[in-house]
């Protein structure tokens, strides 16, 4: 994989974020430090010898993959199916070649997670598990996700953890639905979407206000409001994020990545990246986080 998946979302939690969530009383206990979704992830393929820190779900919706624990035999992964690689167990996992899998993944530690792991082995002793799909339970993944992703604060981490624990119980083959979540405001999502849309591109907030439809004092007021940041800290946020993907799936060199994100002097976009993610690029993609 060179560049990563057409569609492909994934956050990293930053250091600061990290540091705070093993500390706060609401979230120590299980709260998520990567996550993503990966549509048709062709080639996708991790292999780590000593395993991960956390503990890794693998849901897959579409398509089929493989995974691999402690030197084991392969275990295939198919749609409807999930599978939880325990934390520091030595693994590797990939998509299929005929039927590149669609994933929703995630990273989960704290001090209740081997418990809650235990519990779903125990309620659900044979991996990979399958469960009947259901819309609820990918809406609840994606109130995760954007808490984690649309705030970037304390704050956000505390809503998802609470979210958490019952995305995963959600998992169990005898789980009842759950209820639909509401979406954010129309005007600041969109803006954010023409964001994600053009992060090669530097933007003002006049252009964004102009783009959005709004006045520049009423659209940053609005989006502050939402998001709680200004809409050029939280541009540069998402630039940071598509860099750590970039830096965990791509070859690209840094000043490469730089250019593709709209930076043209690559010592910038190295500030900016620690500012957002509390890592230089380099210490980033030296680490194994996603």
């Not at 954007?146 to 995305?167: I, N």
Request: aromatic fraction near 10%.
């Amino acid at each position: 994989m060179k560049e990563g998946f057409q569609g492909q979302r994934a956050y990293s939690l930053p250091v600061t974020l990290l540091h705070a969530a093993t500390k706060h009383p609401l979230c120590q206990g299980l709260y998520v430090t990567d996550i993503g979704f990966y549509p048709v992830a062709r080639a996708h393929k991790r292999t780590r010898r000593t395993g991960s820190a956390q503990h890794l779900l693998l849901y897959c919706v579409q398509g089929a993959g493989w995974y691999q624990l402690n030197h084991a035999e392969k275990q295939a992964l198919h749609a409807n199916q999930w599978v939880i690689l325990p934390a520091h167990v030595p693994h590797k996992y990939g998509a299929g070649e005929a039927a590149p899998w669609t994933i929703y993944w995630l990273h989960f530690a704290g001090t209740q997670a081997a418990a809650l792991h235990a519990h779903l082995q125990a309620q659900a002793p044979d991996a990979p598990v399958s469960i009947r799909p259901t819309e609820e339970r990918l809406q609840l993944f994606e109130a995760i996700f954007s808490q984690l992703t649309l705030t970037a604060t304390l704050a956000g981490v505390v809503q998802a953890s609470a979210r958490l624990g019952h995305f995963l119980l959600a998992l169990l083959p005898a789980a009842s639905s759950l209820a639909p979540l509401s979406a954010a405001a129309g005007g600041i999502t969109q803006s954010i979407q023409y964001m994600r849309e053009h992060l090669a591109h530097s933007f003002t907030v006049q252009e964004l206000a102009a783009q959005a439809g709004l006045s520049v004092s009423h659209y940053a007021a609005l989006f502050r409001e939402q998001v709680g940041r200004p809409p050029i800290v939280f541009f540069n946020f998402l630039k940071a994020q598509h860099a750590c993907q970039l830096l965990t799936d791509s070859s690209l060199r840094i000043k490469e990545i730089a250019h593709q994100l709209g930076f043209a002097d690559v010592y910038y976009f190295s500030r900016v990246f620690t500012k957002v993610m509390g890592v230089s690029p380099r210490q980033f993609r030296q680490g194994d986080r996603a």
